[in-house]
């Protein structure tokens, strides 16, 4: 058992150099930092990490992500399996402009209220809280999905649009919860992996999220529709003004032509 600070606890740690082979020395400088699984009570050491891009402290006995709040260039946030019963304010939020993956699934959050704080994350595209208490709540996705405006899957499924605009009737197939929007965005962690494999994990789910809307997102369907439409339409008024141009200028050359003879 390991309790107390993060400093504390992982110098001593059989796998220190394991879990920090891809960190340089200086904190200020950290990218990467994954210590899941340790029986960590605190992260105050983390608010010196001002480089941090990814940071995974799953499972373990974390209640305060305020030291966090220095950490303005993270992307990708995995505190699931602690006891987070309640989240910072709205400026804690609002600073993580680039904040875009947010697993925050068995902790103890109640209260519907606190957890909407998180409207303030400008870029966020999917959140994790299932397995909260906050989740049994009735309304707890509606609330959630009309809250967030920039998020685009919660939980285990992409976002419909027929729980974005209220009271559209949407076929089978783009209705909420359907198959086609199901996306485990969250896998099993594994060991070893590198800074470089948790970024194009983060963009293949970035990417994999896009590929779903497009396909089962009436609007972006009628949007790319409609852009197609517009697209073609300029074509051929552009096709048309060559085609003129061509047809004045055509028999002045050929004047020239029978000059020459």
């Known amino acids: 058992?390991?309790?107390?600070?993060?400093?504390?606890?992982?110098?001593s740690h059989e796998e220190w150099s394991h879990y920090n082979e891809n960190i340089i020395e200086d904190q200020k400088d950290f990218v990467y930092v994954k210590f899941n699984?340790?029986?960590?009570?605190?992260?105050?050491?983390?608010?010196?990490?001002?480089?941090?891009?990814?940071?995974?402290?799953?499972?373990n006995f974390i209640t305060d992500i305020h030291p966090l709040q220095s950490c303005i260039?993270?992307?990708?946030l995995d505190l699931h399996g602690n006891q987070i019963k309640s989240l910072p304010d709205t400026k804690f939020w609002s600073g993580l402009k680039k904040l875009k993956l947010?697993?925050?699934?068995?902790?103890?959050?109640?209260?519907?209220?606190n957890i909407c704080m998180l409207s303030a994350c400008p870029s966020l595209i999917?959140?994790?809280?299932?397995?909260?208490?906050?989740?049994?709540?009735k309304g707890y996705r509606h609330v959630l999905v009309n809250s967030i405006w920039p998020l685009k899957a919660l939980d285990y499924h992409v976002i419909s649009d027929e729980e974005i605009i209220q009271n559209w009737h949407l076929p089978e197939r783009f209705k909420a919860y359907n198959h086609r929007l199901f996306f485990n965005f969250c896998p099993a962690l594994k060991k070893g992996s590198t800074y470089d494999d948790e970024i194009n994990n983060i963009k293949h789910i970035i990417s994999k999220i896009n590929e779903i809307l497009a396909h089962n997102s009436p609007v972006l369907i009628v949007q790319r529709w409609?852009?197609?439409?517009?697209?073609?339409?300029?074509?051929?008024?552009?096709c048309n003004s060559l085609f003129l141009k061509l047809l004045i200028h055509c028999p002045i050359e050929c004047q020239h032509g029978e000059d020459a003879y």
């Open 1 to 11: 058992m390991f309790h107390g600070t993060i400093t504390e606890e992982l110098t």
């Open 37 to 59: 699984g340790l029986h960590l009570k605190s992260m105050e050491n983390l608010q010196s990490c001002i480089s941090l891009r990814v940071c995974i402290l799953s499972n």
């Open 73 to 76: 260039k993270l992307v990708k």
């Open 102 to 113: 947010l697993y925050l699934h068995d902790n103890g959050f109640v209260k519907l209220k």
């Open 126 to 137: 999917a959140l994790t809280m299932f397995d909260c208490p906050v989740s049994l709540k």
């Open 226 to 238: 409609i852009r197609g439409f517009l697209v073609r339409k300029n074509m051929r008024c552009l």
